[in-house]
Structure formats: structure tokens, C-alpha cells
């Protein structure tokens, strides 16, 4: 007997997440494995608990019942760096951005938190005095930070906005500035939370090449959208949820296809 | 260029001292501690984002801890300095696990609550002298010579130099960046891995080290001190001299602190003459007046007017 060997590694587990509100059931038992260098499309209409979801995997909501775990260890329970040291990663419905720093800046925030084991700062009060005192080993790390956040601006194709100011930014730059920022840690899962909304065709084309070249490098990017149609586009596979229960997953043909999904939609609509 | 900055002053201070009049010595002198305090409350303020109310506290506690040492234990002032440096870090290491759970109003208001409980036990501390202090604390010395007017205003805007030296460096840091990011979105920070409440602990720590060697070299400068120094309104004066010079700047504090001691003095000569019966309090109505109207017209202080100049 051959075993059947299994092209994708398991990265990410929810299994059985619950989340409920006071009364309301915001997510409902949802179970679905992300592997890596895949891109899983999350769907479903307004309130069927995608964010909810994804403040769950991040570790900006505790779950309910149910656990997250990535490559066997356990997030739910952890903060939100830690989830982010493991590797797990998120943009915003509404860019977060950090007013004050320039785009380049933005993402040497991100890197200094990768190149010092996953969270910034590392050891306490020794990265504060290496800092103050501007150490010529700190000076020099500052420096390859700097690098390292340029070849990240120019793989994101935003290179040119490398010097402006966050503040200046429109609202198609925050979500590439944001997606480019989240890349830097370099992470094993990458949630985007509706990252087409509110964007130009060219832009929206950026941020799909980005999603692309994520997963090519072995990311598992967890796609939340409405833009229906780019996301069955780009996603390998297809979770779909509705009022906080999953009511389909499969290939985005065969999602697309499904009654229950489409009834979930028009019914939607209807409302 | 802070240190390069810094280093002009201390140059600046050291040739105006053998002119001045010693009385503007002692302004001097005041004006460089006062900055020192709001270099550090200008990290914690305007870089990380967040509020203290209570940084006269940590002064008290720098200024206590050097002349309880100095008097009750013969120690020298330099090393009354450090231990001042460590107690009020330490003090405020200790209250950050209360106070940074808080955000915003409620920080303030924690801050401003754990300034006038720390004020009590000043006053409420017999060991410390009580709400009649310390009196006839040693100066600082360096061999033979016991520091005068203009040593004492050197050493202060040595401190001053050494201080925003250091800031400088920090804001210019990575440590610096991530704490504008927590600052600017402390959620989308932490979820690159930014320890947002490390940033904040450790910022709040440099602050009140910066406030307790402040506090040491004041004691010794004016060889007297009791509770009534570090009060509630200090603390209140020195989110003033943040704001008038601007909190996101390093350059802001001291002339914040300037502004702050040049105002006092102005208002000390003026209100007198205008409302005879007036008594000490009105000077911090009318900074309280001024502090009102520097939100209104120029919330990010006067530096924030100089840069859009200079853009």
C-alpha cells in the first residue's frame, strides 16, 4: 500500500473556534487547516464573522471555545506579539499606519522586530542603552536594516515612496505600504483582511502580485475579500462562512458552484 | 546633531554664567533641570504616546533619595545622584505594571493619583523630615571645590547635554521608531511584533531617571528642600513646558523649560503691578491660562511652528 503523499504542509489549525458576544454568535464552531504556500480564500456576506475570525487567529480576540495552533503549537491564549513571533501576521480593513515615520521607516519597524527573534525589543533595557548610547554595532545593524527595508519597498514596487511621510500617503498607498510592512517580518501566515477594497485597478493588481509572490515564497495567505471575483481568482481554496458557521470549503469551482454559498449571497442581498 | 546641539548650549551657559548676575545663574540652573525633566517626559509624552501627571514625583524621589543619603549618611552627592537615578527608576518600574494597564484620560489620571500619593509620603515620612524636609544638604564638590552658583548651572546643562544626547540617539533609533509606531497604532505594531508594553515600561523608566537626576542635583543646588517642591503643580508645570515647546521634540523641552521659567518670571513682576493683591497662585493661573491657549492655537508646540518654517 502506497501512502498517498500530501503536497501541502499543514501550517495553520482552527478547530472549533466559537466566539459569541453577550448573546450573539459571532463565530460558531469553525474548523479549516491553511498549508503553506497556498492562498485560502475566506468568503461570506457582511457579520458572518470573517474579521471576528481573524482577531481570533491574530490574538486580538479570545476565542470562546476552539483553539488556533500553528505547526503543532498552540497561539489561542498567546498575545498578540507572540502570535506575531510565531510567525502569524495581519493587515487591517482600515490600514493601520504610523504617522510620525516615513514609509522606509514604517518598514524598519517591522524588520527590527525579525531580525531580533520575532519581537522588538529583545532582551529588556539592552537594546534601550545599545540605542542611546548608539553603539557602532547598533549603528551598523541600523544600517542593514535600512538596506533590508529598501529591497523590501522595491519588491513591493513601491520603492518611490521609500522617504515620504505616512501622513501623506492616499488610501491605495496605505494598503501597499501595509501589505509590504507585513511581509517584512517575514511570516508563515499572512491575513489580509479586505485588501482590495477602495482600490484603483492598477493598485489592486499590485496587491495581487504581491499575494502572489507571498505564497510562491511558501506563505499561507488567509484572504478575506469581497471582491468576489478577484478572490476566486487568486485563492487556491475556498472557506465560506455564514452568520459565523462554515457552510462550504473546497476549490473555488466548486464553491462558486455550491447552492448553499450562492443562497447565502442572494439571501444576503434580499435583506 | 543633539549631542553637537547640547554641547553648544553647555558652551553657551559656561561663558553667560561669568556675567550674569548670580540670581539669573539660578534661573539657568533652573531652566536645565526643568528641561532635563521634560527631555525625559518628552520620550514618554510625545514618543510613546502616552501621559504623565505625576513626573514631579520622581524629581522628589531623585531629590529624597540624594539628600537623605547626603545628610543622614555622609554620602557624596555624585553618588547620591545615581542612587537617586536608580530609586526613581526603580519606583517607577514597580508603578508601570499598574499605571501602563491604564490608556489615555485614565493614565493620566493614575499618573496624577500616584504623583500626590508619593507627595503624601514625603510629607507623612518622618525619617525624610517630614513635611519640613531637608535642610543644609551638601553641595556637590569636585576635590577641594565646592560647587557655587555656576558650577552648579555647568553641571546642569551638562546634564542637559548628556540627556538629549542620549534621547536623541534613542529617537533616532529603531527603539525610537517602534515607539512612534505604538504611538500611531498599537494593535497594527504588535501584530509585527512590537512588545508595545515593554516600549512603554521602558520609556516610562527613562523618564523618571531623567526626572530623578533632575531631583538630586536640585536638592543639592538649593541645599533645601520639602515636599511642597514637588507637588502636583510641578508635574502640571512640566506637561506645560512639553507642550509649549513641543511634545514630539527633544529641541521643545528645553525651550519649553525656558519659556516656562521666563513666564513665571515675567508674571511674578507683572501681576503685581496690575492686580496689587495678588499672590503666588496666580502665576499658575495664568500659565494654566497659557497652557489652554497653547492647545487651542498651537497644539504641537513652538518647535512644530519652527519646522513648518524651516519646510
Redesign the interface.
Known amino acids: 500500500m502506497t501512502a498517498v503523499a500530501s503536497p501541502l504542509t499543514t501550517t495553520l489549525e482552527v478547530r472549533g473556534v466559537s466566539v459569541r458576544f453577550g448573546g450573539v454568535i459571532a463565530v460558531a464552531d469553525v474548523t479549516f487547516t491553511a498549508h503553506t504556500a497556498e492562498v485560502l480564500g475566506v468568503m461570506g456576506p457582511n457579520g458572518a464573522g470573517k474579521t471576528t475570525l481573524f482577531n481570533v487567529i491574530?490574538g486580538?480576540q479570545r476565542p470562546t471555545s476552539g483553539e488556533v495552533s500553528l505547526g503543532g503549537s498552540r497561539l489561542t491564549g498567546r498575545?498578540?506579539?507572540d502570535v506575531?513571533?510565531l510567525g502569524v501576521?495581519?493587515t487591517?480593513q482600515t490600514p493601520?499606519?504610523?504617522?510620525?515615520?516615513t514609509v522606509r521607516?514604517?518598514v524598519?519597524?517591522?524588520l527590527?522586530?525579525?531580525e531580533f527573534g520575532?519581537?522588538?525589543?529583545p532582551a529588556?533595557?539592552r537594546?534601550?542603552l545599545r540605542?542611546?548610547?548608539?553603539t557602532p554595532g547598533?549603528r551598523r545593524?541600523?544600517a542593514v536594516?535600512r538596506e533590508c527595508a529598501d529591497a523590501i519597498l522595491t519588491g513591493a514596487g513601491i520603492a518611490a515612496m521609500a522617504g515620504r511621510a505616512t501622513e501623506s500617503l492616499a488610501f491605495g498607498e496605505e494598503r501597499l505600504l501595509?501589505m509590504a510592512?507585513?511581509l517584512?517580518?517575514s511570516p508563515n501566515v499572512l491575513l489580509l483582511d479586505e485588501p482590495l477594497s477602495a482600490l484603483n485597478p492598477d493598485e489592486i493588481e499590485a496587491v495581487l502580485t504581491s499575494i502572489r509572490s507571498a505564497r510562491a515564497s511558501g506563505v499561507a495567505v488567509l484572504l478575506v475579500e469581497h471582491a468576489v471575483g478577484e478572490l476566486l481568482a487568486v485563492a487556491d481554496r475556498v472557506v465560506v462562512l455564514d452568520h459565523g458557521r462554515k457552510i462550504a470549503e473546497g476549490s473555488p469551482q466548486a464553491v462558486a458552484a455550491d447552492p448553499l454559498v450562492i443562497d447565502a449571497y442572494i439571501g444576503d442581498e434580499l435583506e | 546633531m543633539y549631542g553637537r546641539f547640547g554641547l553648544v548650549l553647555l558652551a553657551l551657559v559656561a561663558v553667560l554664567v561669568w556675567f550674569l548676575p548670580s540670581y539669573y545663574t539660578g534661573l539657568l540652573t533652573q531652566i536645565g533641570l526643568y528641561a532635563l525633566v521634560t527631555i525625559g517626559l518628552n520620550m514618554f509624552m510625545g514618543y510613546a504616546g502616552q501621559v504623565s501627571l505625576g513626573q514631579a514625583a520622581f524629581v522628589g524621589i531623585g531629590a529624597y533619595t540624594s539628600a537623605a543619603l547626603a545628610v543622614k549618611g555622609h554620602v557624596t552627592p555624585w553618588l547620591g545622584l545615581i542612587a537617586g537615578a536608580l530609586v526613581a527608576a526603580l519606583v517607577a518600574y514597580v508603578l508601570s505594571f499598574i499605571a501602563l494597564r491604564l490608556r489615555e484620560n485614565l493614565l493620566a489620571l493614575a499618573t496624577l493619583a500616584l504623583g500626590i500619593v508619593i507627595n503624601v509620603v514625603f510629607n507623612e515620612w518622618e525619617f525624610i523630615g517630614g513635611s519640613s524636609g531637608f535642610k543644609d544638604i551638601p553641595g556637590f564638590a569636585l576635590g577641594a571645590f565646592t560647587f557655587d552658583q555656576r558650577a552648579y548651572a555647568i553641571l546642569a546643562w551638562a546634564l542637559v547635554a548628556l540627556g538629549i544626547w542620549f534621547a536623541g540617539n534613542v529617537v533616532r533609533s529603531s527603539f525610537g521608531r517602534a515607539l512612534i509606531a505604538i504611538s500611531a497604532g498599537e494593535l497594527g505594531a504588535q501584530t509585527l511584533g512590537v512588545e508595545s508594553e515593554r516600549l512603554k515600561r521602558q520609556t516610562f523608566v527613562l523618564s523618571a531617571v531623567y526626572a530623578g537626576v533632575a531631583g538630586a542635583v536640585y536638592a543639592s543646588s538649593f541645599s533645601y528642600i520639602d515636599p511642597s517642591s514637588f507637588s502636583f503643580l510641578l508635574s502640571v508645570n512640566f506637561v506645560l513646558m512639553s507642550v509649549i515647546g513641543g511634545i514630539r521634540s527633544l529641541w521643545g523641552a528645553v525651550i519649553g523649560a525656558a519659556v516656562v521659567v521666563a513666564l513665571g518670571q515675567v508674571l511674578q513682576n507683572v501681576v503685581p503691578l496690575v492686580l496689587p493683591s495678588a499672590r503666588g497662585d496666580f502665576q499658575q493661573f495664568f500659565l494654566g491660562v497659557i497652557l489652554i491657549a497653547m492647545l487651542i492655537l498651537l497644539p504641537r508646540g513652538i518647535t512644530s511652528r519652527l519646522r513648518e518654517a524651516r519646510a
Open positions: 491574530s486580538v498575545g498578540v506579539e506575531a513571533a501576521t495581519r487591517f493601520v499606519m504610523f504617522w510620525g515615520l521607516e514604517s524598519e519597524v517591522a527590527a522586530a525579525r520575532g519581537t522588538y525589543p529588556p533595557w537594546e534601550l540605542c542611546g548610547f548608539g547598533r545593524e541600523n536594516l501595509e510592512r507585513a517584512a517580518v
